[in-house]
């Protein structure tokens, strides 16, 4: 009630201060400060502000279709993905859009640079003061009460009515941050490892999982890949950092049969870096690189390091990694990232944006792999709530959202594991079968907690508990669907390797695929459930479930499913 009494007092005092003439239309707003954070104050009028602006895009709408002809099995056009320059002629803007909105830039004195490679996406920096009046804000500064961390954000602001269907939205406006948005989805500290030596027997995989455990139950080949062009990418973020020497002694403990000196190449953006030293080595990053070069035996491998210096906001490097990679003319054709934060901290605007970007990606023949949460469905990490929380980008429909298990034979699922239904994001179409007949025998559990059109996920599953790791030259254990995301996408890309082997192109957009004659390829889990919220969450059954989706896969069944 405090809030809400504070949004429409805000919004009174700017209407009676906007001045006259301008033309200025609603266009984002909040209807109440977010849960956790509490407004200080105005902010200081001298206060740079650095901003982003998205143009209105020329045709996604097309560039959507074509993502799918491409993408889906039974077209005509699958596999005949798109160049960097198709993809830029539907994303970049039109020119009246590029001229009405420079036209108000200049007016204005403001001095803007594009951010994205297709010119999608400005940057400019402005006083609080001026921002306030270009946009009938009311920038203040929000503090989250948990962290400390202070916001300046506005829970509304307006554009001119003549820039309506050109300027799409600004940013950072009505999207706050999230402090625990980008950690690491980890559900358990680094404990002490068994004693394991080489290939671990079938019955240690029970409880402990490595490298020749994942071989073992998904019929993971351990031969090379021969293909130097099918290539793996490995988002890296929040300073955390892949150490070699941890992988060297990783493959010398686990994966005997290969050299230990097998390494991966680092990239950089945003003022990124791959610090050495030992005390530095993050554990997600050290689990994502070590089940990737560890896993995905000889195919090479890229670890990503997105520095601080970001250039797209809150959005701490999720969608500059997205425009780094959309303006090499060759950019790997799968990318892992365990990272993700819950749907309800970003605005629908932006979150289709960055949604957009990966059906970018996608259309070019890159798979788009994220780990779905570990707060069952509570969100992306356990929290108190009554409703069900979704997560980001697991609702977006162009990428491929990965759960996890447990045990063997049967496997089970992970209560950690988040799974459910988008608020953003409708159904796609190429699911809409698998998740019918899966709210047909749910019926009227959790009704009223859940958002039954939307966007379902995860997609697949992986094995995600107790995964052997070294850090700082210690070996532990972590859990986590983000030991799912890179286990899946080693599968994806040594799926790749024989499919470049035959002549033929990568998978792509992975989902079209999956829900038609990939489903086959992967073994149903059919017990657990991913509780929250004070509920049992969503039960696993036989077909598609909101907890391992389609289930986990079956080696030497997805190259069936493929042709090979």
């Not at 000889?298 to 601080?308: A, E, N, R």
């Not at 605007?349 to 069952?376: E, H, M, P, T, W």
């Not at 969100?379 to 162009?398: E, I, K, L, Y």
């Not at 700082?472 to 890179?486: L, W």
Request: overall charge negative; proline content about 6%; charged content about 15%.
């Amino acid at each position: 009630m405090v809030a809400t009494s504070l949004f429409v007092a805000s919004l009174f005092t700017l209407a009676l201060g906007t001045p006259m003439g301008r033309n200025l239309k609603l266009h984002e707003a909040r209807e109440a400060i977010p849960a956790g954070f509490s407004l200080r104050g105005a902010a200081s009028p001298d206060t740079t502000l650095k901003l982003r602006i998205a143009l209105v895009q020329n045709n996604f709408a097309e560039l959507e279709q074509r993502l799918y002809d491409v993408s889906t099995p039974s077209s005509a056009n699958y596999g005949n993905h798109l160049s960097k320059e198709e993809v830029e002629q539907y994303i970049a803007p039109k020119p009246d859009s590029v001229e009405a909105v420079n036209a108000w830039l200049k007016e204005n004195g403001l001095d803007a640079h594009s951010i994205s490679p297709a010119g999608d996406w400005l940057a400019f920096e402005v006083p609080v003061s001026k921002a306030n009046e270009l946009f009938d804000a009311d920038f203040s500064v929000f503090t989250h009460e948990e962290t400390g961390l202070e916001a300046i954000r506005t829970l509304s602001y307006s554009i001119p009515a003549e820039l309506q269907g050109h300027l799409d939205l600004v940013h950072p406006t009505v999207t706050f941050p999230n402090p625990k948005a980008h950690l690491p989805v980890v559900s358990s500290p680094v404990r002490a490892a068994q004693n394991l030596t080489g290939r671990a027997i079938p019955s240690s995989c029970a409880s402990t999982i490595t490298p020749a455990c994942l071989q073992d139950i998904y019929g993971i080949p351990t031969t090379k890949a021969t293909q130097s062009s099918n290539k793996l990418a490995v988002s890296g973020f929040i300073d955390q950092f892949a150490n070699e020497a941890d992988l060297e002694t990783f493959l010398g403990k686990f994966r005997k049969d290969i050299s230990s000196s097998t390494t991966f190449t680092l990239q950089t953006l945003d003022g990124g870096e791959n610090d050495q030293d030992p005390s530095d080595a993050g554990v997600e990053a050290n689990l994502d690189i070590q089940y990737t070069v560890g896993l995905a035996t000889g195919v090479p491998t890229t670890f990503i390091s997105v520095g601080d210096d970001f250039q797209d906001g809150d959005l701490e490097g999720f969608l500059d990694i997205i425009n780094f990679l959309l303006g090499q003319s060759s950019p790997p054709q799968v990318l892992t990232t365990s990272y993700g934060q819950n749907e309800n901290t970003i605005s629908a605007k932006l979150a289709n944006q960055l949604c957009n970007a990966y059906a970018q990606l996608g259309a070019r023949g890159v798979s788009i792999l994220f780990a779905s949460g570990d707060g069952g469905v509570a969100g992306s990490q356990s929290s108190s709530c009554r409703n069900f929380v979704p997560t980001f980008p697991s609702g977006c429909p162009f990428m491929t959202s990965v759960g996890a298990t447990q045990g063997v034979n049967p496997e089970t699922a992970a209560d950690f594991s988040s799974g459910g239904f988008s608020n953003i994001f409708g159904q796609p179409s190429y699911q809409k079968t698998a998740v019918s007949g899966y709210l047909a025998k749910l019926g009227n559990t959790n009704a009223g907690r859940f958002n039954r059109s939307g966007r379902a996920y995860p997609d697949v599953s992986t094995q995600g508990v107790n995964f052997q790791v070294v850090v700082g030259g210690a070996t532990g254990g972590v859990d986590g669907t983000s030991c799912a995301s890179p286990t899946f996408a080693s599968v994806v890309a040594l799926v790749n390797d024989r499919l470049a082997r035959a002549g033929k192109a990568p998978l792509g957009f992975l989902n079209p695929f999956l829900y038609s004659q990939g489903a086959s390829a992967f073994n149903d889990v059919t017990s657990g459930s991913n509780p929250g919220c004070n509920t049992k969450g969503f039960p696993a059954e036989a077909g598609w479930d909101p907890v391992t989706g389609l289930g986990t896969p079956n080696f030497a069944k997805l190259l069936t499913a493929v042709g090979l």
